[in-house]
């Protein structure tokens, strides 16, 4: 469940949770093979989300089941640091 404190705005989420990130790179098989190598042992899902207009970019939407705050940012940096990975959302 999420629900956000209306005075401070800060997201607060009940762990453990499924989490989606947006995954933008220049080719669905770059987003593929990051996948496979960061998240080689954990079951995840992988949905094709938009392109853009001329073919440069394609993003996808890479959700999985996160146990806690540090891991959910970890796979966040880790999938941004990927070389195949433009963007993370």
């Known amino acids: 469940m999420v629900i956000i404190n209306d005075e401070t705005q ?3 989420l ?4 499924r989490w989606c990130y947006k995954v933008v790179a220049s080719e669905r098989a ?10 080689c042992e954990r079951e995840y899902s992988l949905n094709l989300s938009n392109a853009s207009r001329n073919g440069k970019y394609i993003s996808m939407n ?4 996160v146990h806690n705050e540090d891991e959910r940012t970890y ?3 880790t999938l941004k640091a990927h070389p195949h990975i433009k ?3």
């Open 62 to 65: 890479l959700e999985l089941l």
């Open 75 to 77: 796979f966040y940096e």
């Open 10 to 12: 800060k997201l607060e």
């Open 87 to 89: 963007m993370v959302l």
């Open 30 to 39: 770059g987003i593929e093979v990051a996948a496979l190598e960061i998240f």
């Open 14 to 17: 009940n762990y453990p949770c």
